[in-house]
């Protein structure tokens, strides 16, 4: 169950059985989408699986997910996606009315995003197998100009710049739940950052050395991942961040760490300093970008690590999720 | 956040930090046990090890419920559960700690019904909700969780709810000091105080460490004003060579304690005549155990509980580190046996445990002091 | 046992008096009150808030106190080096009065 946290277990399911068995040929880190060069137009492609319970939540459900963390996954690859194919497994007693919902939110997601889909599939399982219902969407994008994505550029001295408020989705759906008797004013963020992207190339293209969207395991695992890739420290400024009071609220009430927590409508990138104001400012300028900030620095140490530093001189060392982020009372 | 910013303010910090490092003598070395688990995670996630000067050593204490669960106590709630239409109810805490055939959340993939819950009133609902159902709550906690978990029963009791029953595992801190205070390993010169379980017991409890043991104790807060501050009480207590215990968290916690919660306490549970510690052995009044009265609603009398003794594998020193004689990282099996991924004892499972909150947040460090200073 | 958090009390509930709504920055949450009956909080207390139910009620004024204390740690220091420099200082020397 941990493996799909999106965490430590995560990474190792990926890099010791997947990657060595079904792509030993390819080097380099691993990344959201995989690039390939089909008669010499370069293409991205990427796949995905969402599963969620509930199916719908305040700010979507799973249908707006699939789409846009598919488009996102290609955005923050340095693609715009073009073509997206979409499966669905398909609990036996799902009601029409739930399934016909989510196939408009999907296609009016897919429409937002500029994003055609061209192919799916669907299959049934028994009662009690599928939460409802599983989606995958696959999508194929076409590479955005002046964008050249690779951790291995990372330099220290970089800046690390965070799209918005974080913690929204997963909050959200905890609370949907119902288990924790929460109430707030949340909405999941989910939404195609594509526009962001594009607008981060227009103004910052070639000091963008790297982007992840931090989904499951939140920005902590994504700049890990990050440290680890680069063999870099990463030192963030925890008062920086930005998070809504309600998600603030209920890490606090719950134990949890904001920086664990998943998100599906934002971003991390990777920017040279020369180019880190005029990328901020372009973001920031937008509608869905004005609460973008400059979180964090790379620096030589603590390699392969990522630092919290407080405004009075203390740190932690923020690790990579492992397993699920649980509510604590101790 | 009310009452939590304002006791996080930067200038206050570093003025407070100040003020220590004004106080403290060089030629001695302060050896300050904290003693709650939820001190030891405030420790490091505000990092304040980096604003104390090198002579004064916090060690962390056994005061974490999780951390001192003996192993064969986990097998047996699960044991428990695993009979039909019962569900295991506990808190978040509990999920990943391992038992001998695995942890909830493994019992959870495998088919058991496992719930978490943030409230032993939630189990209570879960009760309710589930008529066909049994729900099994795996109460653990110190003084500050325990009446909480009395006032659910006496609910239970009032409103006639059968389906519901207490497998109850609440410790009690003030022998688990005397233990440490016994060791004849320890070597600390004074207490920072646990604060939440003092809104309930009071600052009374404590005087014996002061009077008998000599020790100064400060009952602390947890927000990093709160530590720092208690800190600059217990040197200026040495400095004077008093021993007294301060009450540093006055705000929350009343000299006198919480009565209605005592009350609570005293009306569903009794103290056990022994309970076994992990890494701390058996130890005689400390643990609570459901009155007669509430049998009913007590896991252990309406289900046969195995009662297996479980013990710790000799390499892991669970024990040692728990009394504060070693530090996590002189543990042989950390960071490579146990990690937080794969806990061999509880102190890496519980995110206050000492061994998971020097693991996660402290061992790769080493290089950070020096590059801090530069990027800030 | 520790995580106890801050919160508001926003209203009682009508049908039982044990039974709270609570703002935590926003977020709310049902909390017992059963173990403040000797000491009711109202719409408006603050209380620390551990597994759902109330611990404590939380006074304002200690913790004005407590922040007023702290501001004055730096200051009294300050007030004493000055004095030091005028030699009024005490023969075994003088430390701050404590808090």
């Known amino acids: 169950m941990a493996h799909g946290a999106g965490g430590k277990a995560s990474r190792r399911l990926v890099e010791g059985l997947f990657a060595p068995l079904l792509c030993a040929d390819s080097t380099g880190p691993l990344t959201d989408a995989a690039q390939l060069s089909i008669e010499g137009t370069r293409f991205a492609i990427t796949t995905d699986s969402f599963v969620v319970k509930p199916l719908r939540f305040p700010g979507g459900s799973i249908g707006e997910l699939a789409v846009n963390g598919t488009v996102n996954d290609l955005a923050v690859s340095g693609a715009r996606a073009e073509v997206m194919a979409v499966t669905y497994v398909l609990e036996a007693g799902l009601p029409t009315e739930v399934l016909e919902a989510e196939v408009r939110a999907m296609a009016a997601a897919a429409q937002r995003a500029g994003v055609r889909i061209v192919s799916g599939d669907t299959k049934v399982v028994e009662h009690g197998k599928a939460d409802g219902m599983y989606v995958t969407t696959t999508g194929i994008g076409s590479m955005i100009r002046g964008l050249k994505i690779d951790a291995r550029s990372v330099r220290p001295g970089d800046k690390v710049l965070l799209s918005g408020p974080i913690g929204d989705h997963g909050i959200t759906i905890l609370l949907s739940r119902g288990e924790l008797d929460l109430e707030a004013e949340l909405c999941s963020d989910t939404r195609p950052v594509l526009p962001l992207v594009e607008a981060l190339a227009a103004a910052a293209g070639p000091g963008i050395r ?58 991390l990138a990777v920017i040279a300093p020369e180019y880190s104001d005029a990328a901020l400012n372009a973001l920031n300028l937008l509608p869905g970008g004005e609460d973008a900030r400059m979180i964090g620095t790379v620096c030589e140490q603590p390699a392969g690590a990522v630092l919290a530093a407080t405004s009075y001189g203390g740190s932690r060392i923020v690790d990579m999720l492992v397993g699920d982020p649980l509510p604590r009372i101790c | 956040m009310k009452f939590v910013d304002e006791f996080r303010a930067p200038e206050l910090i570093t003025r407070t930090s100040e003020e220590i490092r004004r106080l403290v003598d060089p030629a001695r070395h302060y050896r300050f046990m904290e ?58 805490d509990m999920m990943r700690v391992p038992g001998t055939h695995g942890s909830p959340l493994e019992y959870k993939a495998r088919g058991m019904d496992v719930r978490i819950v943030y409230s032993p009133s939630d189990a209570l609902k879960l009760a309710r909700a589930n008529l066909d159902k049994h729900v099994m709550f795996f109460a653990i906690g110190f003084e500050t969780t325990a009446p909480s978990t009395a006032l659910t029963l006496m609910r239970a009791r009032a409103e006639g709810i059968r389906n519901f029953s207490v497998f109850c595992n609440h410790v009690t801190i003030i022998p688990a000091i005397r233990a440490i205070l016994d060791s004849p390993d320890m070597r600390l010169d004074a207490f920072i105080g646990p604060g939440h379980v003092s809104t309930v017991i009071g600052c009374r409890p404590y005087e014996w460490i002061a009077k008998e043991e000599r020790k100064p104790i400060v009952i602390s807060g947890f927000e990093p004003l709160d530590m720092l501050q208690s800190i600059v ?50 130890i005689s009044q400390s643990a609570l155990r459901i009155r007669d009265a509430y049998a009913e609603w007590d896991s252990e009398r309406r289900f046969d509980v195995p009662g297996v003794r479980v013990t710790d594998p000799k390499a892991a020193q669970c024990g040692e580190v728990l009394k504060g004689v070693l530090k996590p990282h002189q543990c042989k099996l950390f960071g490579r046996e146990c990690t937080p991924e794969h806990p061999i004892g509880a102190l890496m499972v519980s995110s206050e445990g000492s061994c998971a909150a020097y693991y996660n947040y402290e061992h790769r460090k080493t290089a950070a002091a020096t590059m801090l200073s530069q990027t800030a | 046992m520790c995580l106890a958090i801050p919160g508001k009390i926003i209203e009682i509930s009508p049908d039982n008096p044990d039974s709270a709504l609570v703002d935590v920055v926003s977020v709310r949450r049902r909390v017992d009150l059963g173990l403040l009956q000797d000491d009711r909080p109202k719409p408006g207390d603050w209380v620390l808030i551990h597994v759902g139910f109330a611990m404590s009620k939380i006074s304002e004024q200690d913790a004005n106190d407590q922040m007023q204390t702290l501001r004055m740690l730096g200051e009294t220091e300050a007030a004493l080096q000055e004095v030091k420099g005028y030699g009024l200082e005490e023969e075994n020397g003088s430390e701050a009065a404590s808090s």
């Not at chain 1, 680069?230 to 961040?241: A, H, M, P, Q």
């Not at chain 2, 990092?47 to 669960?69: Q, W």
């Open chain 2, 35 to 92: 003693v709650c688990g939820g001190h030891t995670h405030a420790i490091y996630r505000f990092g304040l090890k980096d604003l104390l000067p090198d002579n004064v050593e916090l060690i962390h204490g056994p005061g974490c419920p999780v951390c001192v669960l003996p192993m064969g106590r986990i097998d047996d709630g699960l044991a428990l559960s695993q009979q039909d239409n019962v569900i295991f109810a506990a808190f978040g």
């Open chain 1, 210 to 267: 790297w982007m992840r969207d931090p989904t499951r395991g939140g920005v902590a695992t994504s700049l890990n991942e990050l440290a680890c890739d680069c063999g870099l420290g990463i030192v963030i400024d925890e008062e920086k961040i930005p998070i809504h009071d309600a998600v603030r609220g209920a890490c606090e009430l719950l134990g949890l760490d904001p920086l664990h927590i998943a998100n599906e409508g934002q971003f």
């Open chain 2, 233 to 282: 009480m217990l040197l200026r207590q040495l400095q004077t060579r008093e021993a007294k215990v301060e009450n540093q968290y006055k705000r929350v916690v009343p000299w006198e304690g919480n009565r209605a919660a005592l009350k609570a306490m005293a009306e569903v549970f009794q103290l056990r005549p022994y309970f076994e510690w992990r890494g701390l052995g058996f």
